[in-house]
C-alpha cells in the first residue's frame, strides 16, 4: 500500500484568549488553497504519548474530495498541515473521495495512530474509478509518515472505530451510502485479517463502545446495545438511558465505561459487570467525550451540531462517581470577541492531563450556522 511522507504546510500560532481562571487559546486552522463544499471537523482527534495533538479538517465534497491532517505542537504553539489523503490514494480525477475523517484518530500501544476516511457526502455517490470504500490508514508519528492500509468494507463507509484493549485490533462500523444497514468489521492491525458481522437492527453507526471484556457493542436502538462475542455470537444488552448509544469512552482503571444517549441525550456510566447507571442530562446533542487518566472525570460541550452558541459553548466536566456536571468556561464570549466567530460545537475533545483539546466547527459571528470554520481550542485547567 502507499505510504507518504509528511510535509510542512501552512502554518498558524495560538493566540491567548483569556489568560486565567482557566488559561483559554485558540487558532484557526490554517487551510489549504484547495476546492471545497464546507470546511468541517468530523472526528475526534489523538493527544501523542509525546504530548503533540493529531486532528483533521474535511473539505466535505463527494467528488475528489480530500481530508487534511494537522499536528499541533505545545512546546512551539503551532498548528500545521503535515499531510492529506489523497498523497496515499491513486486517485482517478472526477472519482468520489475522502471529504471527511469522521472516525476518531486511535493510538496504539507502539504509538502508531489509526483513523479511516469518509466519503464527505452520500449525495450522488458512485463507486469504482479507484474509490470502492473508505480506507484505514496508519500515521507513524516519529517517523513522520501515513500509509494506506486499504478500504476496509468494500461499499461501504467507516464514520466509527475503536480499538480493542490489547490495541492490536480495531472495531470499524461500516455503513451502506443508501439507508442505515451496514456491518462490524474486525481488523488484526498485524495480519491485516478482516471479518465482519451483520448485527440485526444495527443502526446510527457512530460509536463502538468496548467493555473491559474486550467485547464491542454497537447501538441497535430502543435503549439497547448489541456486541459481539470472540466467536461470534451477538448479545443484546439493554438499559441506556436513551434510544441510542452516540459515544463511549474505553474502559477506565476501574473498568467503567462512560457514554451518552440520544433521544434523550443523557449521560450514562457502565460498570464492569454491564450494569447502567444514569449519570443525569447532557444539556443537548453531545459527540464527543474526553476522559482523564484517572477516569474521574469526563469532559463534553453540547449542542455539537451548530447550536453550542446557543448555550455560551460550555465546556462541561461531569463526575463520574456522582454525575455532578460543571461548567469549566464559557467558549463563546471568548471566540467571538477575539475572532469574531459563533461556535457551533465539537467532535472532538481531547484530555491531556491538565490540557483539553477542542476543535470546534464555528461560523462567523452573523452567521448562525455554526460551521464554515474550524477552530483548535486549548483550555489549560492548570493556570
Not at 447502567?276 to 482523564?292: D, E, F, H, K
Request: aromatic share 8%; glycine share 14%.
Amino acid at each position: 500500500m502507499a505510504t507518504a511522507g509528511w510535509r510542512e504546510g501552512p502554518t498558524a500560532e495560538l493566540e491567548v484568549l483569556q489568560e486565567r481562571g482557566p488559561r483559554v487559546s485558540a487558532v484557526a486552522y490554517p487551510l489549504p488553497e484547495a476546492p471545497y463544499r464546507l470546511w468541517s471537523q468530523w472526528g475526534k482527534g489523538v493527544v501523542l504519548r509525546d504530548g503533540r495533538y493529531l486532528s483533521a479538517v474535511g473539505d466535505e465534497r463527494g467528488a475528489d474530495g480530500n481530508s487534511y491532517v494537522y499536528e499541533f505542537d505545545p512546546a512551539t504553539g503551532r498548528l500545521t498541515l503535515v499531510f492529506d489523503v489523497m498523497e496515499v490514494v491513486d486517485h482517478t480525477p472526477g472519482a468520489w473521495g475522502y471529504g471527511k475523517i469522521h472516525a476518531p484518530m486511535l493510538e496504539t500501544p507502539c504509538g502508531d495512530v489509526v483513523t479511516a476516511t469518509y466519503w464527505g457526502t452520500r449525495r450522488g455517490l458512485v463507486f469504482g474509478d479507484g474509490y470502492d470504500g473508505d480506507l484505514l490508514l496508519r500515521i507513524d508519528p516519529v517517523a513522520r509518515t501515513v500509509e494506506n492500509l486499504g478500504v476496509i468494507a468494500e461499499g461501504r463507509g467507516v464514520p466509527s472505530m475503536a480499538l480493542a484493549l490489547d490495541g492490536r485490533t480495531v472495531f470499524a462500523e461500516a455503513v451502506e451510502p443508501v439507508g442505515d444497514t451496514g456491518e462490524l468489521v474486525t481488523i488484526d492491525l498485524t495480519t491485516g485479517a478482516r471479518t465482519s458481522v451483520s448485527i440485526p437492527g444495527h443502526r446510527t453507526f457512530r460509536s463502538v463502545l468496548v467493555g473491559p471484556d474486550g467485547v464491542p457493542w454497537v447501538a441497535v436502538g430502543g435503549g439497547a446495545i448489541a456486541g459481539v462475542e470472540a466467536d461470534g455470537t451477538v448479545v443484546v444488552e439493554k438499559g441506556l438511558p436513551g434510544d441510542v448509544l452516540r459515544m463511549a469512552t474505553p474502559p477506565g482503571p476501574d473498568g467503567t465505561v462512560v457514554g451518552v444517549t440520544v433521544d434523550p441525550d443523557v449521560f450514562f456510566r457502565r460498570d464492569p459487570d454491564g450494569t447502567i447507571v444514569t449519570l443525569g442530562p447532557a444539556l443537548g446533542y453531545t459527540t464527543s467525550l474526553a476522559r482523564t487518566a484517572d477516569g474521574a472525570t469526563v469532559y463534553s460541550m453540547p449542542r455539537a451540531h451548530g447550536a453550542a452558541w446557543t448555550l455560551g459553548a460550555p465546556l462541561q466536566a461531569l463526575d463520574v462517581a456522582t454525575g455532578r456536571l460543571e461548567t469549566v468556561v464559557e467558549l463563546q464570549p471568548l471566540v467571538e470577541e477575539t475572532l469574531g466567530l459563533r461556535v457551533g460545537g465539537t467532535y472532538s475533545i481531547a484530555v491531556d492531563d491538565t490540557r483539553i483539546y477542542l476543535g470546534v466547527n464555528a461560523s462567523p459571528i452573523d452567521d448562525e450556522s455554526g460551521f464554515g470554520s474550524v477552530v483548535l481550542i486549548l483550555v489549560e485547567l492548570d493556570r
